[in-house]
């Protein structure tokens, strides 16, 4: 069981990769990120909730599991700071506080939503996307504002 969850965890985080690792638009690369995330939690969502179950907590993520879930708050934070210095983001608000709360708010929706209610996959993706976006890019700048201010200023 062990070996299904580190794996599942594995490519969960391959599969978020667009978001945590690009540097083109974020909206983009979140949707893509996300939706790769969600097709894997959907395929593992029966080994996730079998393991949850056992390991005695129904309604949150097993505490065994904070090291996986510490991964995607690290990339989030790390794409969230990226994008904070090239001014696509307000930098009122820390990336890691950001990454946090958002993380656990995809990890929420997706556990009660998706996995135990079954529903639409698509409209979740959609969803969180936007929420997403909102939270972290709602007042930034954008990539080719930045850009011709960047030329303005030499």
Do not use: K
């Amino acid at each position: 069981m062990d070996r299904l969850i580190q794996q599942a965890f594995a490519d969960m985080d391959d599969a978020a990769s667009p978001y945590f690792t690009g540097s083109g638009d974020p909206r983009m690369e979140l949707a893509l990120g996300l939706a790769r995330f969600v097709a894997v939690v959907n395929r593992n969502g029966p080994i996730l909730m079998l393991a949850a179950h056992l390991y005695g907590e129904d309604e949150h993520m097993p505490s065994q599991w904070e090291p996986y879930v510490n991964r995607f708050i690290a990339g989030a934070e790390a794409r969230i700071a990226r994008d904070q210095l090239r001014g696509l983001a307000p930098d009122d608000i820390p990336a890691r506080v950001a990454a946090q709360a958002l993380c656990a708010m995809v990890e929420r929706h997706l556990t009660i939503e998706v996995i135990r209610s079954g529903r639409d996959m698509h409209e979740a993706i959609r969803q969180l996307t936007e929420l997403w976006f909102r939270a972290v890019y709602a007042g930034g700048g954008t990539e080719s504002a930045v850009r011709s201010t960047d030329s303005s200023d030499r």
